[in-house]
């Protein structure tokens, strides 16, 4: 089959790798209809994940068709098309048994804090990911869903991780009713992430990035104020401006490891992995949010410490609720709000480029060229 392989940082290629098989009874072989790449693909894109080895190919959402099942899959038949969330879990440990599907304690024996994740390094269990023709996808019976027909295929695609990030950040995120939530970060997983603390009960929700069109892109689909932290003195004094001076009732860290840092910061996380990245959105977040409000951390971080100001949301009262999303957990509710008409995940796709092309793909949306905001992956 084709599939992206990583070569080193900020180098992915094309190669001819050998076809997925059945390795377990429990597995599916996947043909790969639609992938995408995520903001957090970035990071290891970048070289700051650790363990990020030559030849992985990444990718944590697809959809596509089943090609093949093992002896004990009893959900999925041939045929079925399917999406699949990000992570990997067993169904049953006792992470699972509590829908804390992305602890899972029984998919990767390479940590003790996160589970499995597709294409996503081997400090994740080492699973090649989606960017590519076919993918076998683990514990088949506990992950896939049958995407329903009336679903839009790109709003599945969606719903693997992006969208059900951004909703678990607004979850997490404590929003009471006529709550003021800011999100920094207007990527992907910061717009749904906008959209859905309105159905949460949100009184106002202001939208923080730097580049104007994705600023636009939070206006126009999540229908939120917003800030370019670029054309103010101090984006955290300019937060409090927009609060009466107390605070966001809730921030919501949409960025995570690849926030606009200084050179030392990016030197020891990009070249010497002495960092889980530039904590300068989450330090924003401590800063902005009002004393006894609520932090919640949807950006991906590396398992190294970054400097985080504990100390100032320790003495301010601040709860920080993180997580990586349990993303199936929040898909029937999802899907109620897209049958509805609430919410139309697609509308964020800018891009859709041939797996062929997917050097330039990968350098379009890291450089942020061509306005781009979500890009889909087309084997």
């Known amino acids: 089959m084709r599939a992206m392989t990583y070569r080193g940082p900020y180098r992915v290629r094309v190669e001819d790798k050998p076809d997925p098989r059945i390795e377990h009874p429990n597995d599916a072989v996947i043909r790969v209809e639609r992938a995408a790449i995520c903001g957090s693909d970035l990071h290891l894109y970048h070289g700051m994940m650790p363990d990020t080895r030559v030849g992985h190919t990444f990718g944590h959402e697809f959809i596509g068709v089943v090609e093949q099942v093992g002896s004990s899959v009893e959900t999925l038949s041939v045929g079925d098309r399917v999406m699949v969330p990000f992570h990997i879990s067993c169904g049953t440990c006792w992470f699972c048994a509590r829908g804390l599907f992305t602890n899972c304690h029984n998919v990767n024996p390479n940590a003790t804090a996160v589970g499995g994740i597709f294409g996503y390094s081997h400090t994740t269990g080492g699973y090649d990911g989606g960017q590519a023709e076919r993918v ?138 002495l960092q889980g990245g530039s904590p300068i959105a989450l330090n924003w977040a401590i800063d902005g949010v009002r004393k006894g409000g609520t932090v919640s951390v949807m950006g991906a971080y590396g398992p190294i410490p970054s400097a985080v100001k504990f100390g100032d949301a320790l003495n301010k009262g601040v709860t920080i609720h993180m997580n990586q999303a349990p993303v199936k957990r929040q898909w029937p509710r999802l899907l109620e709000h897209i049958q509805a008409g609430h919410l139309k995940p697609s509308e964020i796709i800018t891009h859709r480029i041939p797996l062929e092309h997917i050097d330039e793909a990968y350098h379009l949306f890291s450089a942020k060229l061509d306005g781009c905001i979500k890009t889909v992956i087309v084997p």
């Open 136 to 273: 076998r996808v683990p514990f088949a019976d506990v992950g896939p869903q049958v995407i329903p027909d009336w679903l839009d295929a790109e709003d599945a695609l969606m719903m693997t991780d992006a969208l059900g990030t951004g909703y678990f950040g607004a979850q997490l995120a404590s929003i009471r009713e006529g709550d003021t939530v800011v999100v920094l970060g207007a990527g992907p997983v910061g717009l749904y992430a906008a959209k859905s603390a309105w159905f949460m009960g949100a009184g106002r929700v202001i939208v923080v990035d730097q580049l104007e069109y994705r600023l636009a892109k939070a206006r126009e689909f999540a229908h939120a104020e917003t800030i370019n932290f670029a054309e103010v003195d101090d984006i955290v004094v300019e937060m409090k401006k927009q609060t009466d001076f107390l605070g966001a009732d809730s921030v919501i860290d949409a960025v995570g490891a690849e926030a606009d840092g200084n050179y030392l910061q990016h030197v020891t996380s990009a070249k010497l992995k």
